[in-house]
């Protein structure tokens, strides 16, 4: 892979159902749709070489 050979640094895996969902969750807020308001945050993992998780091959 890129990440594993050094060709990037750095890979940013986002949630993007999760992502998704707060939109509309705000979108619905800001029409009135929604009476309280809930925060919360958009969970998302950095990968390094340092922190890849193994890939174990079947070769």
């Known amino acids: 892979s890129n990440l594993r050979s050094g060709l990037i640094d750095m890979v940013i895996d986002s949630n993007p159902m999760q992502q998704v ?3 509309v969750d705000f979108i619905a807020r800001e029409h009135g749709y929604v009476s309280r308001k809930t925060v919360a945050d958009v969970d998302f993992q950095l ?6 998780p193994r890939a ?3 070769d």
Not at 47 to 52: M, V
């Open 56 to 58: 174990d091959r079947a």
């Open 21 to 23: 969902s707060k939109a």
């Open 47 to 52: 990968y390094t070489s340092e922190n890849l």
